[in-house]
Protein backbone atom coordinates (compact mmCIF):
# COMPACT_ATOMS: atom_id res chain seq x y z
CA UNK A 1 0.00 0.00 0.00
CA UNK A 2 1.62 3.24 -1.15
CA UNK A 3 0.06 7.07 -0.01
CA UNK A 4 -0.94 9.29 -3.06
CA UNK A 5 -2.26 12.60 -3.06
CA UNK A 6 -3.74 14.05 -6.17
CA UNK A 7 -4.22 17.98 -6.82
CA UNK A 8 -6.39 20.11 -8.33
CA UNK A 9 -3.71 23.20 -8.49
CA UNK A 10 -5.14 26.98 -7.81
CA UNK A 11 -6.45 28.62 -10.83
CA UNK A 12 -5.23 31.40 -12.62
CA UNK A 13 -7.12 33.66 -13.84
CA UNK A 14 -7.24 37.18 -15.83
CA UNK A 15 -8.73 39.58 -13.43
CA UNK A 16 -11.50 40.78 -15.71
CA UNK A 17 -13.02 37.02 -15.47
CA UNK A 18 -13.64 38.04 -11.78
CA UNK A 19 -16.71 40.21 -12.26
CA UNK A 20 -19.32 37.13 -11.96
CA UNK A 21 -19.48 33.97 -9.99
CA UNK A 22 -16.78 31.17 -11.32
CA UNK A 23 -17.61 27.92 -11.72
CA UNK A 24 -16.81 25.37 -9.59
CA UNK A 25 -17.02 21.57 -10.10
CA UNK A 26 -15.44 18.25 -8.96
CA UNK A 27 -12.15 17.47 -10.23
CA UNK A 28 -13.84 14.19 -12.15
CA UNK A 29 -10.75 13.32 -13.76
CA UNK A 30 -8.53 13.06 -10.12
CA UNK A 31 -11.75 11.14 -8.72
CA UNK A 32 -11.27 8.53 -11.68
CA UNK A 33 -7.60 7.83 -10.93
CA UNK A 34 -8.57 7.87 -7.12
CA UNK A 35 -10.91 5.17 -7.53
CA UNK A 36 -8.61 3.58 -9.95
CA UNK A 37 -5.64 3.51 -7.09
CA UNK A 38 -7.95 2.58 -4.16
CA UNK A 39 -8.44 -0.73 -6.39
CA UNK A 40 -5.00 -1.68 -6.19
CA UNK A 41 -5.16 -1.14 -2.50
CA UNK A 42 -3.14 2.25 -2.73
CA UNK A 43 -4.83 5.08 0.41
CA UNK A 44 -5.53 8.24 -1.45
CA UNK A 45 -6.24 11.98 -0.76
CA UNK A 46 -7.69 14.63 -2.59
CA UNK A 47 -7.19 18.14 -2.14
CA UNK A 48 -8.99 20.69 -4.31
CA UNK A 49 -7.18 23.74 -4.19
CA UNK A 50 -9.28 26.12 -6.25
CA UNK A 51 -12.48 24.98 -4.08
CA UNK A 52 -10.76 24.48 -0.72
CA UNK A 53 -9.70 28.41 -1.30
CA UNK A 54 -12.25 29.69 -3.46
CA UNK A 55 -12.44 33.15 -1.64
CA UNK A 56 -8.86 33.55 -1.59
CA UNK A 57 -6.95 35.60 -4.38
CA UNK A 58 -3.09 36.69 -5.05
CA UNK A 59 -1.60 37.82 -7.57
CA UNK A 60 1.01 35.66 -9.76
CA UNK A 61 2.43 36.43 -13.08
CA UNK A 62 -0.04 39.35 -13.62
CA UNK A 63 -2.84 37.21 -13.30
CA UNK A 64 -4.99 36.04 -10.61
CA UNK A 65 -4.22 33.11 -8.92
CA UNK A 66 -7.49 31.53 -7.03
CA UNK A 67 -7.31 28.87 -4.38
CA UNK A 68 -5.23 27.89 -1.09
CA UNK A 69 -2.03 29.66 -0.80
CA UNK A 70 1.54 27.23 -1.26
CA UNK A 71 1.66 27.72 2.88
CA UNK A 72 -1.68 26.08 3.53
CA UNK A 73 -0.69 23.21 0.21
CA UNK A 74 2.34 22.18 1.94
CA UNK A 75 0.95 22.01 5.72
CA UNK A 76 -1.46 19.29 3.96
CA UNK A 77 1.29 17.77 2.19
CA UNK A 78 3.13 17.14 5.60
CA UNK A 79 0.03 16.45 7.24
CA UNK A 80 -0.54 12.86 4.59
CA UNK A 81 2.69 12.33 3.97
CA UNK A 82 2.36 11.12 0.64
CA UNK A 83 5.03 9.14 -1.22
CA UNK A 84 3.73 10.28 -4.73
CA UNK A 85 2.15 13.53 -5.40
CA UNK A 86 0.10 13.43 -9.06
CA UNK A 87 -0.82 17.18 -10.13
CA UNK A 88 -3.52 17.74 -12.85
CA UNK A 89 -3.28 20.44 -15.41
CA UNK A 90 -6.34 20.07 -17.59
CA UNK A 91 -6.03 23.63 -18.85
CA UNK A 92 -3.35 24.61 -20.97
CA UNK A 93 -3.48 28.20 -19.54
CA UNK A 94 -2.89 26.52 -15.75
CA UNK A 95 0.33 24.83 -17.02
CA UNK A 96 2.85 27.45 -15.05
CA UNK A 97 0.48 27.48 -11.79
CA UNK A 98 0.56 23.43 -12.03
CA UNK A 99 4.46 23.67 -12.35
CA UNK A 100 4.13 25.70 -9.43
CA UNK A 101 2.60 23.51 -7.19
CA UNK A 102 5.59 21.04 -8.09
CA UNK A 103 7.85 22.79 -6.79
CA UNK A 104 5.74 23.32 -3.45
CA UNK A 105 5.78 19.85 -3.14
CA UNK A 106 9.46 19.30 -3.89
CA UNK A 107 10.09 22.20 -1.23
CA UNK A 108 8.24 19.49 1.60
CA UNK A 109 9.97 16.62 0.70
CA UNK A 110 12.18 16.39 -2.78
CA UNK A 111 12.24 12.41 -2.21
CA UNK A 112 8.11 13.03 -2.86
CA UNK A 113 7.27 11.77 -6.87
CA UNK A 114 5.64 14.52 -8.48
CA UNK A 115 3.51 13.25 -11.25
CA UNK A 116 1.89 15.70 -13.90
CA UNK A 117 -1.15 14.93 -15.71
CA UNK A 118 -4.24 16.00 -18.48
CA UNK A 119 -3.53 18.17 -21.95
CA UNK A 120 -1.20 20.60 -21.00
CA UNK A 121 1.98 17.74 -19.91
CA UNK A 122 0.48 16.10 -22.71
CA UNK A 123 0.69 18.26 -25.57
CA UNK A 124 4.26 19.34 -23.69
CA UNK A 125 5.30 16.56 -22.31
CA UNK A 126 9.09 16.85 -23.61
CA UNK A 127 9.53 20.44 -22.34
CA UNK A 128 7.50 19.54 -19.08
CA UNK A 129 9.55 16.60 -18.01
CA UNK A 130 12.80 18.83 -18.12
CA UNK A 131 11.81 20.76 -15.36
CA UNK A 132 13.76 19.60 -12.18
CA UNK A 133 10.09 19.46 -9.72
CA UNK A 134 8.16 17.57 -12.33
CA UNK A 135 9.12 13.82 -12.07
CA UNK A 136 7.11 11.94 -14.52
CA UNK A 137 4.94 12.98 -17.38
CA UNK A 138 1.62 11.25 -18.10
CA UNK A 139 0.14 11.35 -21.65
CA UNK A 140 -3.01 11.21 -21.95
CA UNK A 141 -5.50 8.76 -20.17
CA UNK A 142 -4.28 8.39 -16.80
CA UNK A 143 -6.24 5.71 -14.94
CA UNK A 144 -3.79 2.62 -16.06
CA UNK A 145 -0.59 4.82 -16.34
CA UNK A 146 -1.18 6.40 -12.41
CA UNK A 147 -1.84 2.48 -11.32
CA UNK A 148 1.58 1.39 -13.20
CA UNK A 149 3.65 4.46 -11.78
CA UNK A 150 2.60 3.63 -8.24
CA UNK A 151 2.86 -0.22 -8.52
CA UNK A 152 5.86 -0.66 -9.79
CA UNK A 153 7.67 2.55 -7.93
CA UNK A 154 8.36 4.42 -11.29
CA UNK A 155 10.36 7.52 -10.34
CA UNK A 156 10.90 9.37 -13.80
CA UNK A 157 10.32 9.80 -17.12
CA UNK A 158 6.86 9.99 -19.60
CA UNK A 159 4.28 7.35 -19.06
CA UNK A 160 2.11 6.79 -22.07
CA UNK A 161 -0.76 3.81 -21.82
CA UNK A 162 -3.21 2.91 -24.56
CA UNK A 163 -6.35 3.71 -23.71
CA UNK A 164 -9.38 1.68 -21.95
CA UNK A 165 -11.10 -0.15 -24.46
CA UNK A 166 -14.41 -0.67 -22.74
CA UNK A 167 -14.98 2.31 -20.06
CA UNK A 168 -17.88 0.15 -17.94
CA UNK A 169 -14.66 -1.54 -16.29
CA UNK A 170 -13.56 1.50 -15.15
CA UNK A 171 -14.87 1.95 -11.55
CA UNK A 172 -16.92 5.23 -10.77
CA UNK A 173 -15.31 8.33 -9.49
CA UNK A 174 -14.87 8.08 -5.77
CA UNK A 175 -16.93 10.99 -4.85
CA UNK A 176 -16.48 10.13 -1.47
CA UNK A 177 -12.81 11.77 -1.29
CA UNK A 178 -14.72 15.10 -1.66
CA UNK A 179 -17.60 16.48 -0.13
CA UNK A 180 -20.34 16.89 -2.66
CA UNK A 181 -21.78 19.36 -1.04
CA UNK A 182 -18.98 22.01 -1.23
CA UNK A 183 -19.39 21.67 -4.77
CA UNK A 184 -23.04 23.53 -5.27
CA UNK A 185 -22.38 26.58 -6.66
CA UNK A 186 -23.81 28.33 -9.89
CA UNK A 187 -21.46 25.54 -11.69
CA UNK A 188 -21.43 26.59 -15.06
CA UNK A 189 -24.12 29.54 -14.63
CA UNK A 190 -26.54 27.06 -14.32
CA UNK A 191 -28.19 24.77 -11.90
CA UNK A 192 -32.00 24.86 -11.18
CA UNK A 193 -31.57 24.96 -7.51
CA UNK A 194 -31.98 20.76 -6.76
CA UNK A 195 -28.19 19.02 -4.94
CA UNK A 196 -26.30 18.33 -8.15
CA UNK A 197 -23.08 16.39 -9.34
CA UNK A 198 -21.63 16.03 -12.76
CA UNK A 199 -21.03 12.76 -14.85
CA UNK A 200 -19.30 12.08 -17.56
CA UNK A 201 -20.53 8.86 -20.44
CA UNK A 202 -18.31 9.31 -22.74
CA UNK A 203 -14.60 9.74 -24.03
CA UNK A 204 -14.05 11.37 -27.19
CA UNK A 205 -15.39 13.17 -30.51
CA UNK A 206 -14.90 12.12 -34.22
CA UNK A 207 -15.52 15.39 -35.78
CA UNK A 208 -12.68 17.96 -36.92
CA UNK A 209 -13.42 21.36 -35.41
CA UNK A 210 -10.81 23.50 -36.00
CA UNK A 211 -9.91 25.55 -33.04
CA UNK A 212 -10.92 22.15 -30.88
CA UNK A 213 -8.55 20.02 -28.88
CA UNK A 214 -10.07 17.46 -27.47
CA UNK A 215 -8.77 15.23 -30.04
CA UNK A 216 -5.14 15.61 -28.04
CA UNK A 217 -6.73 14.21 -25.38
CA UNK A 218 -9.15 11.40 -25.96
CA UNK A 219 -8.34 10.69 -29.82
CA UNK A 220 -11.16 11.22 -32.49
CA UNK A 221 -12.35 7.79 -31.95
CA UNK A 222 -15.52 8.16 -29.21
CA UNK A 223 -15.75 5.19 -26.27
CA UNK A 224 -19.33 5.11 -24.51
CA UNK A 225 -20.40 3.47 -21.78
CA UNK A 226 -23.11 1.65 -21.83
CA UNK A 227 -26.48 3.16 -20.48
CA UNK A 228 -26.94 0.33 -18.35
CA UNK A 229 -23.78 1.49 -16.49
CA UNK A 230 -24.33 5.17 -16.72
CA UNK A 231 -27.70 4.86 -14.95
CA UNK A 232 -26.54 2.71 -12.30
CA UNK A 233 -24.02 5.46 -11.06
CA UNK A 234 -26.59 8.44 -11.14
CA UNK A 235 -28.90 5.63 -9.31
CA UNK A 236 -26.26 5.25 -6.87
CA UNK A 237 -25.55 9.15 -6.74
CA UNK A 238 -29.15 9.60 -5.89
CA UNK A 239 -29.23 6.77 -3.30
CA UNK A 240 -25.73 7.74 -1.70
CA UNK A 241 -25.85 11.50 -1.89
CA UNK A 242 -29.68 12.47 -2.99
CA UNK A 243 -28.30 13.94 -6.08
CA UNK A 244 -31.58 15.28 -7.83
CA UNK A 245 -29.62 16.96 -10.62
CA UNK A 246 -26.77 15.99 -12.90
CA UNK A 247 -24.65 17.68 -15.55
CA UNK A 248 -22.94 15.57 -18.25
CA UNK A 249 -19.49 17.00 -19.06
CA UNK A 250 -18.99 15.53 -22.36
CA UNK A 251 -17.91 16.44 -25.60
CA UNK A 252 -20.53 14.90 -26.95
CA UNK A 253 -23.38 12.83 -25.24
CA UNK A 254 -25.80 12.69 -28.28
CA UNK A 255 -23.05 11.22 -30.44
CA UNK A 256 -24.61 7.68 -30.75
CA UNK A 257 -28.66 8.20 -30.73
CA UNK A 258 -29.67 4.50 -29.70
CA UNK A 259 -28.02 4.85 -26.19
CA UNK A 260 -28.86 8.59 -25.48
CA UNK A 261 -32.45 7.82 -26.08
CA UNK A 262 -32.11 4.53 -23.43
CA UNK A 263 -30.20 7.25 -21.35
CA UNK A 264 -33.04 9.68 -21.12
CA UNK A 265 -35.91 7.03 -21.28
CA UNK A 266 -34.14 5.66 -17.70
CA UNK A 267 -33.33 9.60 -16.45
CA UNK A 268 -36.98 9.84 -16.80
CA UNK A 269 -37.85 6.92 -14.56
CA UNK A 270 -35.30 7.88 -11.93
CA UNK A 271 -36.72 11.10 -11.73
CA UNK A 272 -33.70 13.54 -11.78
CA UNK A 273 -33.35 16.60 -13.97
CA UNK A 274 -30.49 17.07 -16.33
CA UNK A 275 -28.04 19.94 -18.23
CA UNK A 276 -25.05 19.95 -20.87
CA UNK A 277 -23.18 22.74 -19.40
CA UNK A 278 -20.08 22.09 -21.62
CA UNK A 279 -22.74 22.36 -24.58
CA UNK A 280 -24.55 19.56 -26.99
CA UNK A 281 -23.57 18.55 -30.45
CA UNK A 282 -26.96 20.25 -31.98
CA UNK A 283 -25.91 18.59 -35.64
CA UNK A 284 -26.82 15.24 -33.67
CA UNK A 285 -30.52 16.35 -32.59
CA UNK A 286 -33.39 16.07 -34.41
CA UNK A 287 -37.31 17.57 -32.94
CA UNK A 288 -38.01 14.37 -31.77
CA UNK A 289 -34.81 14.30 -29.24
CA UNK A 290 -35.76 17.53 -28.16
CA UNK A 291 -39.09 16.30 -27.14
CA UNK A 292 -37.71 13.09 -25.28
CA UNK A 293 -35.12 15.38 -23.98
CA UNK A 294 -37.83 17.60 -21.88
CA UNK A 295 -39.55 14.76 -20.87
CA UNK A 296 -36.62 13.29 -19.11
CA UNK A 297 -36.26 16.24 -17.26
CA UNK A 298 -33.48 18.50 -18.93
CA UNK A 299 -34.21 22.09 -18.11
CA UNK A 300 -31.45 23.46 -19.21
CA UNK A 301 -29.28 23.23 -22.48
CA UNK A 302 -26.06 24.74 -23.49
CA UNK A 303 -25.59 24.98 -27.53
CA UNK A 304 -22.35 25.26 -29.52
CA UNK A 305 -23.28 27.56 -32.71
CA UNK A 306 -19.60 28.56 -32.72
CA UNK A 307 -20.59 31.41 -35.60
CA UNK A 308 -23.53 32.96 -36.97
CA UNK A 309 -22.22 32.57 -40.27
CA UNK A 310 -22.96 29.81 -42.47
CA UNK A 311 -19.52 30.14 -45.03
CA UNK A 312 -17.56 30.66 -41.66
CA UNK A 313 -18.94 27.65 -39.52
CA UNK A 314 -18.68 25.44 -42.73
CA UNK A 315 -15.37 26.11 -44.24
CA UNK A 316 -13.31 27.84 -41.39
CA UNK A 317 -14.47 26.65 -38.04
CA UNK A 318 -15.59 22.95 -39.82
CA UNK A 319 -18.57 22.08 -37.54
CA UNK A 320 -20.99 20.01 -39.44
CA UNK A 321 -24.06 22.34 -37.82
CA UNK A 322 -27.12 23.89 -40.64
CA UNK A 323 -27.67 27.32 -39.21
CA UNK A 324 -31.56 26.75 -40.03
CA UNK A 325 -31.86 23.41 -38.70
CA UNK A 326 -29.84 25.51 -35.39
CA UNK A 327 -32.89 27.95 -35.62
CA UNK A 328 -35.35 25.56 -35.74
CA UNK A 329 -34.12 23.48 -33.02
CA UNK A 330 -33.92 25.94 -30.60
CA UNK A 331 -36.65 27.39 -31.32
CA UNK A 332 -38.44 23.77 -30.15
CA UNK A 333 -36.14 23.99 -26.80
CA UNK A 334 -37.54 26.63 -26.09
CA UNK A 335 -41.14 26.00 -26.72
CA UNK A 336 -40.45 23.45 -24.53
CA UNK A 337 -39.42 25.40 -21.45
CA UNK A 338 -36.07 24.34 -21.54
CA UNK A 339 -33.86 27.16 -20.48
CA UNK A 340 -30.96 27.96 -23.29
CA UNK A 341 -27.10 28.94 -23.58
CA UNK A 342 -25.28 29.13 -26.62
CA UNK A 343 -21.71 29.23 -26.88
CA UNK A 344 -20.37 31.27 -30.10
CA UNK A 345 -16.39 31.79 -30.84
CA UNK A 346 -14.82 34.68 -32.79
CA UNK A 347 -11.71 35.85 -34.45
CA UNK A 348 -10.88 33.20 -36.57
CA UNK A 349 -7.98 33.45 -39.09
CA UNK A 350 -9.82 34.29 -42.17
CA UNK A 351 -12.59 35.82 -40.89
CA UNK A 352 -14.05 39.00 -41.87
CA UNK A 353 -15.24 41.82 -39.38
CA UNK A 354 -18.93 41.44 -41.37
CA UNK A 355 -19.21 37.40 -40.98
CA UNK A 356 -18.34 38.18 -36.98
CA UNK A 357 -21.14 40.76 -36.80
CA UNK A 358 -23.58 38.11 -38.73
CA UNK A 359 -22.55 35.82 -35.42
CA UNK A 360 -23.86 39.00 -33.11
CA UNK A 361 -26.85 39.10 -35.04
CA UNK A 362 -27.69 35.30 -35.19
CA UNK A 363 -26.69 35.30 -31.19
CA UNK A 364 -29.22 37.52 -30.61
CA UNK A 365 -32.07 36.76 -33.11
CA UNK A 366 -32.18 33.25 -31.15
CA UNK A 367 -32.49 35.38 -28.41
CA UNK A 368 -31.05 32.91 -25.63
CA UNK A 369 -31.42 33.46 -21.78
CA UNK A 370 -27.34 33.55 -21.77
CA UNK A 371 -25.15 33.83 -24.32
CA UNK A 372 -21.15 33.19 -24.15
CA UNK A 373 -19.06 34.94 -26.55
CA UNK A 374 -15.57 33.99 -26.87
CA UNK A 375 -13.18 35.06 -28.27
CA UNK A 376 -10.82 32.36 -30.33
CA UNK A 377 -7.97 30.94 -28.67
CA UNK A 378 -5.42 28.71 -30.61
CA UNK A 379 -4.97 25.93 -28.77
CA UNK A 380 -1.66 24.22 -29.42
CA UNK A 381 -1.61 21.90 -32.15
CA UNK A 382 -4.78 22.13 -33.14
CA UNK A 383 -5.02 23.29 -37.21
CA UNK A 384 -6.13 26.99 -36.22
CA UNK A 385 -3.33 27.49 -34.36
CA UNK A 386 -1.32 25.21 -37.04
CA UNK A 387 -2.53 28.12 -39.73
CA UNK A 388 -2.17 30.83 -37.76
CA UNK A 389 1.33 30.40 -36.56
CA UNK A 390 2.17 29.60 -40.69
CA UNK A 391 1.18 32.90 -41.65
CA UNK A 392 2.46 34.85 -38.14
CA UNK A 393 -0.39 35.86 -36.64
CA UNK A 394 -0.14 34.77 -33.41
CA UNK A 395 3.82 35.82 -32.69
CA UNK A 396 4.83 35.46 -29.04
CA UNK A 397 1.55 34.07 -27.62
CA UNK A 398 2.29 31.51 -24.84
CA UNK A 399 0.07 28.47 -23.04
CA UNK A 400 -0.28 31.08 -20.59
CA UNK A 401 -1.85 34.09 -22.95
CA UNK A 402 -5.06 31.45 -23.73
CA UNK A 403 -7.89 32.28 -20.92
CA UNK A 404 -11.21 33.22 -21.92
CA UNK A 405 -10.82 36.77 -22.56
CA UNK A 406 -7.77 37.31 -24.30
CA UNK A 407 -7.44 37.67 -28.25
CA UNK A 408 -4.10 36.64 -29.49
CA UNK A 409 -4.97 36.82 -33.10
CA UNK A 410 -4.14 39.27 -35.23
CA UNK A 411 -5.25 39.29 -39.01
CA UNK A 412 -5.44 42.18 -42.02
CA UNK A 413 -8.84 41.93 -40.95
CA UNK A 414 -8.91 42.76 -37.27
CA UNK A 415 -6.47 43.59 -33.82
CA UNK A 416 -7.24 41.26 -31.03
CA UNK A 417 -7.72 45.03 -29.63
CA UNK A 418 -10.89 44.76 -32.09
CA UNK A 419 -12.31 41.41 -31.31
CA UNK A 420 -12.12 42.39 -27.14
CA UNK A 421 -14.01 45.05 -27.65
CA UNK A 422 -16.80 43.46 -29.42
CA UNK A 423 -16.57 40.63 -26.73
CA UNK A 424 -16.62 43.68 -24.21
CA UNK A 425 -19.41 45.25 -26.55
CA UNK A 426 -22.22 41.89 -25.93
CA UNK A 427 -23.71 43.96 -22.96
CA UNK A 428 -24.58 47.13 -25.08
CA UNK A 429 -25.67 44.63 -27.31
CA UNK A 430 -28.05 43.34 -24.85
CA UNK A 431 -27.57 39.66 -25.65
CA UNK A 432 -28.08 38.49 -22.51
CA UNK A 433 -31.82 40.30 -21.57
CA UNK A 434 -34.12 38.10 -20.74
CA UNK A 435 -36.15 36.22 -23.78
CA UNK A 436 -40.32 37.12 -23.14
CA UNK A 437 -41.15 33.40 -22.49
CA UNK A 438 -44.55 31.63 -23.53
CA UNK A 439 -47.31 31.55 -21.47
CA UNK A 440 -47.13 27.72 -20.96
CA UNK A 441 -43.84 28.27 -19.75
CA UNK A 442 -44.57 31.07 -17.17
CA UNK A 443 -47.59 29.11 -15.98
CA UNK A 444 -45.60 25.80 -15.36
CA UNK A 445 -42.84 28.00 -13.46
CA UNK A 446 -45.15 29.91 -10.93
CA UNK A 447 -47.17 26.78 -10.17
CA UNK A 448 -44.12 24.73 -9.62
CA UNK A 449 -43.33 26.96 -6.66
CA UNK A 450 -45.31 27.22 -3.67
CA UNK A 451 -47.24 30.06 -1.57
CA UNK A 452 -44.37 32.57 -0.63
CA UNK A 453 -41.75 31.59 -3.64
CA UNK A 454 -44.96 31.95 -6.23
CA UNK A 455 -45.60 35.19 -4.80
CA UNK A 456 -42.59 36.61 -5.14
CA UNK A 457 -41.72 35.06 -8.46
CA UNK A 458 -45.37 36.84 -10.22
CA UNK A 459 -44.16 40.13 -8.28
CA UNK A 460 -41.03 39.54 -10.14
CA UNK A 461 -42.41 39.03 -13.02
CA UNK A 462 -44.55 41.88 -13.06
CA UNK A 463 -41.99 44.41 -12.72
CA UNK A 464 -39.88 43.08 -15.57
CA UNK A 465 -42.65 43.42 -17.79
CA UNK A 466 -43.94 46.46 -16.57
CA UNK A 467 -40.65 47.89 -17.33
CA UNK A 468 -40.91 46.55 -20.60
CA UNK A 469 -44.28 48.21 -21.46
CA UNK A 470 -43.75 51.22 -19.97
CA UNK A 471 -40.70 52.26 -22.27
CA UNK A 472 -37.92 52.31 -19.85
CA UNK A 473 -36.57 48.99 -21.53
CA UNK A 474 -36.52 49.10 -24.82
CA UNK A 475 -38.92 46.78 -27.17
CA UNK A 476 -37.51 43.87 -29.31
CA UNK A 477 -38.38 45.43 -32.61
CA UNK A 478 -36.27 48.97 -31.43
CA UNK A 479 -33.56 47.37 -29.78
CA UNK A 480 -32.94 45.33 -32.63
CA UNK A 481 -32.93 48.64 -34.59
CA UNK A 482 -30.46 50.44 -32.06
CA UNK A 483 -27.99 47.13 -31.94
CA UNK A 484 -27.75 47.54 -35.81
CA UNK A 485 -27.01 50.77 -35.51
CA UNK A 486 -24.11 50.10 -33.43
CA UNK A 487 -23.42 46.87 -35.47
CA UNK A 488 -22.27 48.92 -38.21
CA UNK A 489 -20.61 51.84 -35.69
CA UNK A 490 -17.98 48.68 -34.71
CA UNK A 491 -17.15 48.23 -38.72
CA UNK A 492 -14.83 51.35 -38.57
C1 LIG B 1 -15.50 20.13 -15.43
C2 LIG B 1 -14.81 21.14 -16.33
C3 LIG B 1 -14.42 22.34 -15.76
C4 LIG B 1 -14.43 22.60 -14.29
C5 LIG B 1 -13.09 22.09 -13.74
C6 LIG B 1 -13.28 21.02 -12.73
C7 LIG B 1 -12.00 20.25 -12.52
N1 LIG B 1 -11.20 20.74 -11.66
O1 LIG B 1 -11.79 19.24 -13.13
C8 LIG B 1 -14.51 24.15 -14.19
C9 LIG B 1 -15.94 24.57 -14.02
C10 LIG B 1 -13.70 24.80 -13.08
C11 LIG B 1 -14.03 24.53 -15.59
C12 LIG B 1 -13.67 25.79 -15.92
C13 LIG B 1 -13.24 26.16 -17.18
N2 LIG B 1 -13.14 25.36 -18.26
CO1 LIG B 1 -13.54 23.47 -18.24
N3 LIG B 1 -14.04 21.74 -18.50
C14 LIG B 1 -14.57 20.87 -17.70
C15 LIG B 1 -14.94 19.62 -18.51
C16 LIG B 1 -16.38 19.79 -18.96
C17 LIG B 1 -14.82 18.29 -17.84
C18 LIG B 1 -13.44 17.98 -17.21
C19 LIG B 1 -13.46 16.54 -16.79
O2 LIG B 1 -13.78 16.24 -15.67
N4 LIG B 1 -13.23 15.63 -17.73
C20 LIG B 1 -13.32 14.20 -17.52
C21 LIG B 1 -12.01 13.60 -16.98
C22 LIG B 1 -12.12 12.08 -16.92
O3 LIG B 1 -10.98 13.94 -17.87
P1 LIG B 1 -9.73 14.83 -17.42
O4 LIG B 1 -10.12 15.80 -16.40
O5 LIG B 1 -9.05 15.33 -18.63
O6 LIG B 1 -8.78 13.75 -16.68
C23 LIG B 1 -8.18 12.66 -17.35
C24 LIG B 1 -6.82 12.98 -18.00
O7 LIG B 1 -6.66 14.33 -18.32
C25 LIG B 1 -5.79 12.53 -17.03
N5 LIG B 1 -5.40 13.41 -15.93
C26 LIG B 1 -5.93 14.56 -15.51
N6 LIG B 1 -5.27 15.01 -14.41
C27 LIG B 1 -4.31 14.13 -14.13
C28 LIG B 1 -3.35 14.10 -13.12
C29 LIG B 1 -2.46 13.03 -13.07
C30 LIG B 1 -1.46 12.99 -11.97
C31 LIG B 1 -2.52 12.01 -14.05
C32 LIG B 1 -1.58 10.88 -14.00
C33 LIG B 1 -3.47 12.03 -15.07
C34 LIG B 1 -4.36 13.10 -15.09
O8 LIG B 1 -6.42 11.40 -16.46
C35 LIG B 1 -7.81 11.67 -16.25
C36 LIG B 1 -8.59 10.40 -16.33
O9 LIG B 1 -8.35 9.71 -17.53
C37 LIG B 1 -13.94 19.74 -19.70
C38 LIG B 1 -14.39 19.05 -20.98
C39 LIG B 1 -14.12 17.56 -20.91
N7 LIG B 1 -15.11 16.80 -21.31
O10 LIG B 1 -13.07 17.09 -20.48
C40 LIG B 1 -13.83 21.25 -19.85
C41 LIG B 1 -12.51 21.85 -20.31
C42 LIG B 1 -11.38 21.19 -19.58
N8 LIG B 1 -12.66 23.25 -19.88
C43 LIG B 1 -12.24 24.12 -20.73
C44 LIG B 1 -12.34 25.53 -20.55
C45 LIG B 1 -11.94 26.37 -21.74
C46 LIG B 1 -12.77 26.08 -19.35
C47 LIG B 1 -12.93 27.57 -19.01
C48 LIG B 1 -11.96 28.52 -19.63
C49 LIG B 1 -14.36 27.95 -19.37
C50 LIG B 1 -14.71 29.39 -19.11
N9 LIG B 1 -15.06 30.07 -20.17
O11 LIG B 1 -14.70 29.85 -18.00
C51 LIG B 1 -12.81 27.56 -17.47
C52 LIG B 1 -11.34 27.82 -17.09
C53 LIG B 1 -10.93 27.55 -15.70
C54 LIG B 1 -9.56 28.12 -15.39
N10 LIG B 1 -9.30 29.38 -15.60
O12 LIG B 1 -8.68 27.42 -14.98
C55 LIG B 1 -11.61 23.43 -21.92
C56 LIG B 1 -10.10 23.41 -21.77
C57 LIG B 1 -9.40 23.77 -23.02
C58 LIG B 1 -7.91 23.65 -22.84
N11 LIG B 1 -7.41 22.65 -23.49
O13 LIG B 1 -7.26 24.43 -22.18
C59 LIG B 1 -12.27 22.00 -21.86
C60 LIG B 1 -11.43 20.88 -22.46
C61 LIG B 1 -13.61 22.12 -22.61
C62 LIG B 1 -13.44 22.31 -24.11
N12 LIG B 1 -13.66 21.27 -24.91
O14 LIG B 1 -13.13 23.37 -24.56
N13 LIG B 1 -14.03 23.45 -16.43
S1 LIG C 1 -18.05 18.65 -32.01
FE1 LIG C 1 -17.27 19.63 -30.12
S2 LIG C 1 -15.87 18.14 -29.18
FE2 LIG C 1 -16.24 17.49 -31.32
S3 LIG C 1 -14.55 18.37 -32.50
FE3 LIG C 1 -16.25 19.85 -32.59
S4 LIG C 1 -15.90 21.23 -30.85
FE4 LIG C 1 -14.61 19.43 -30.51
Not at 179 to 188: E, H, L, M, T
Request: one cysteine or more; proline letters at 4%.
Amino acid sequence: MKRVMLIEPPQLRDWSELKGELDCEPPVGLLYLASALREHGHRVEVLDCFQKGYDERRGFNGKVRIGLGDEEIAERIRAFKPEFVGISCIFFFNGTMARHICKVVKGVDRKITTIMGGIYPTVYSDEVIRDESVDVVVKNEGEVSIVEIVNKGIRSGIVHNPYVEDLDTLPFPARDLINIDDYQRKAFGMTSGRKFTTVLTSRGCPFKCSFCSAHKMWTRKTRFRSAENVLREISMLKELYDIREVHFIDENISLNKERFRKILKGLKELDVKWTTPNGIALFTLDEEDVGLMAESGCYSLAMAYESGNQEVLTNIVRKPLDLQKARRLTREVQRRGIKTRGFFIIGFPGETKEQILDTIRFANELELDMVGMNCLRPYPQTDVYVEAEKNGMIRGCKADDLTTKNAVISTREFSPFWIKSIIEADRFLALNRKRVKPFSVLFREIFSRNGMAAGLYVLALALRYGRRMGGFRPRRGQCRAREEVYLKRLLN
